[in-house]
């Protein structure tokens, strides 16, 4: 009886390490990169990823996944994870660079190897992760600029992960150099991301200034309930999100 619960107890341990992937794609080595190599701000040591051996392991995961045993919400968290380490991997791959843009083509040009798909960043945005949340992705969705909604320091988890981009949604409404309410002259800057996705956040909540409201915080919200605001677009920075 020692013997079979001394048995138990060990499978239970390894099987447990990985426990949080457990029911999907196993995220844990990207998990634990971006734990140790983006700070609190969404900033990333990208030269701690060049040559890694672990973040290669995880890019060739990526590209011979099957997607197809997961579910909806384990294919999303993978979607995610896919694009943000690709970004990563692009950038590594086209040093030295001060911006995303500096590359011709980073986002819609140079195919990536996705569960077996060659894709390109955006099509792997808009015919994969949007495909299944075409509004919080957004907030997921890192880019390599500093004006994207910070990278998380973990892996999306499918079990989790709308949470995890509602969260995303209110620090990134909330982050006063990305999206700000000037109360005094009714003015409502926003994100570019919000006039580029406009269709599908008015789709889903109405209009801008009701999706605004929706993440933004307790004081912020009553105002923008009493008032009609005018929304502008804040100049989207596409300086590199580098440490």
């Given at each position: 009886?020692?013997?079979?619960?001394?048995?138990?107890?060990?499978?239970?341990?390894?099987?447990?390490?990985?426990?949080?992937?457990?029911?999907?794609?196993?995220?844990?080595?990207?998990?634990?990169?971006?734990?140790?190599?983006?700070?609190?701000?969404?900033?990333?040591?990208?030269?701690?990823?060049?040559?890694?051996?672990?973040?290669?392991?995880?890019?060739?995961?990526?590209?011979?996944?099957?997607?197809?045993?997961?579910?909806?919400?384990?294919?999303?968290?993978?979607?995610?994870?896919?694009?943000?380490?690709?970004?990563?991997?692009?950038?590594?791959?086209?040093?030295?660079?001060?911006?995303?843009?500096?590359?011709?083509?980073?986002?819609?040009?140079?195919?990536?190897?996705?569960?077996?798909?060659?894709?390109?960043?955006?099509?792997?945005?808009?015919?994969?992760?949007?495909?299944?949340?075409?509004?919080?992705?957004?907030?997921?969705?890192?880019?390599?600029?500093?004006?994207?909604?910070?990278?998380?320091?973990?892996?999306?988890?499918?079990?989790?992960?709308?949470?995890?981009?509602?969260?995303?949604?209110?620090?990134?409404?909330?982050?006063?150099?990305?999206?700000?309410?000037?109360?005094?002259?009714?003015?409502?800057y926003l994100s570019e991301i919000f006039r580029w996705f406009?269709?599908?956040?008015?789709?889903?909540?109405?209009?801008?200034?009701?999706?605004?409201?929706?993440?933004?915080?307790?004081?912020?919200?009553?105002?923008?309930?009493?008032?009609?605001?005018?929304?502008?677009?804040?100049?989207?920075?596409?300086?590199?999100?580098?440490?």
């Amino acid at each position: 009886m020692k013997t079979i619960s001394f048995i138990t107890l060990l499978l239970f341990s390894i099987t447990g390490c990985n426990y949080s992937y457990s029911s999907g794609f196993d995220h844990s080595k990207f998990d634990a990169l971006l734990k140790a190599n983006v700070d609190e701000n969404g900033m990333v040591n990208y030269s701690a990823f060049k040559n890694n051996n672990d973040f290669e392991d995880y890019i060739k995961s990526i590209a011979e996944a099957n997607v197809n045993i997961l579910s909806k919400e384990d294919k999303l968290a993978f979607y995610l994870n896919a694009y943000n380490a690709t970004v990563i991997k692009n950038v590594l791959d086209y040093s030295p660079i001060t911006s995303p843009m500096d590359v011709d083509g980073f986002f819609k040009k140079i195919p990536h190897k996705i569960a077996w798909n060659e894709i390109t960043l955006d099509k792997l945005e808009y015919d994969y992760a949007m495909k299944i949340e075409s509004v919080l992705v957004h907030f997921g969705l890192v880019c390599a600029a500093q004006s994207c909604p910070k990278l998380l320091r973990k892996a999306y988890d499918g079990k989790i992960v709308f949470q995890q981009l509602e969260e995303n949604g209110k620090t990134f409404l909330n982050d006063r150099s990305k999206n700000h309410l000037d109360k005094e002259n009714k003015v409502l800057y926003l994100s570019e991301i919000f006039r580029w996705f406009a269709k599908y956040f008015e789709e889903r909540f109405g209009s801008l200034q009701k999706a605004a409201h929706h993440f933004m915080n307790e004081r912020d919200k009553k105002f923008l309930s009493e008032n009609k605001v005018e929304v502008k677009f804040n100049k989207y920075n596409w300086k590199l999100n580098s440490q």
